[in-house]
């Protein structure tokens, strides 16, 4: 089954420690995006990757830090969580970026952190 | 930048019925792609209906349509035969599609909820 699966899927934390949302696409999709969601202000880009190793920052990259080693798996890392990236998080893949494509996207993660 | 406004917080239908959602954007691109999701309580995004800037048609899927009003800004989804399973945030994204290649620009969202 094509999908983006995303780990974990509901994760607690606390402040200043080190965690990773692994996020990864079986369709073979140059694309890939993290976004979070919040109350009243949609969904926003983190940042996005057009192919293996190029990586780009999305509207509010600030915290985070993305690695694309791979063409499936692209991470999102938290290297110092904080209350205030306490959000609803997405991966999200498209064929290519390109021409309107189909994005999909993961489960989504519920991070608290605390 | 590209900004996209759907005013309308929260709406509410009895199934069966008709429901509009609004939603308005602001470019100064030509050329761009909008898009209506959809996220039920499973929080799972489904991609409901795609639309292309340059083609004058307005797109359909089954019970689902637009109102794609270029000149406007406008981009509204009208849900026909409103079912319980149309109950969730619908989403409303624009796409660029020249420049922030791939990059979607979301909507605030608006909770839809069908009453039996």
């Known amino acids: 089954e094509a999908q983006v699966t995303q780990n974990p899927r509901y994760l607690i934390t606390v402040t200043g420690k080190k965690l990773t949302v692994t996020c990864s696409q079986n369709?073979?999709?140059?694309?890939m995006s993290w976004y979070r969601q919040d109350p009243g202000l949609g969904l926003r880009q983190i940042y996005y990757?057009?192919?293996?190793?190029?990586?780009d920052k999305g509207d509010v990259p600030e915290g985070y830090k993305v690695s694309r080693k791979e063409k499936r798996n692209f991470p999102l890392i938290l290297e110092s969580p904080s209350p205030n990236q306490t959000s609803l998080y997405f991966c999200?893949?498209?064929?290519?970026?390109?021409?309107?494509?189909?994005?999909?996207f993961g489960q989504g993660t519920r991070l608290t952190v605390v | 930048a590209q900004t996209v406004t759907q005013s309308q917080p929260e709406m509410s239908v009895q199934e069966a019925e008709t429901v509009t959602l609004s939603c308005t954007y602001d470019?100064?691109?030509?050329?761009?792609?909008l898009f209506w999701y959809k996220q039920p309580p499973s929080r799972q995004m489904i991609l409901v209906i795609r639309?292309?800037?340059?083609?004058?048609q307005n797109a359909t899927e089954n019970r689902f349509s637009v109102n794609f009003q270029k000149a406007a800004k406008s981009f509204s989804l009208k849900i026909s035969d409103s079912q319980l399973g149309d109950t969730a945030m619908y989403f409303c994204?624009?796409?660029?599609?020249?420049?922030?290649?791939?990059?979607?620009?979301f909507g605030q969202g608006t909770i839809l909820t069908v009453h039996p």
């Open positions: 999200a893949s498209s064929l290519s970026g390109g021409f309107g494509t189909e994005a999909f």
């Open positions: 369709m073979n999709h140059e694309y």
């Open positions: 990757s057009m192919n293996v190793e190029v990586t």
């Open positions: 470019t100064s691109e030509n050329n761009y792609y």
């Open positions: 639309q292309e800037a340059y083609k004058q």
């Open positions: 994204a624009f796409m660029n599609g020249g420049t922030s290649y791939g990059k979607l620009t």
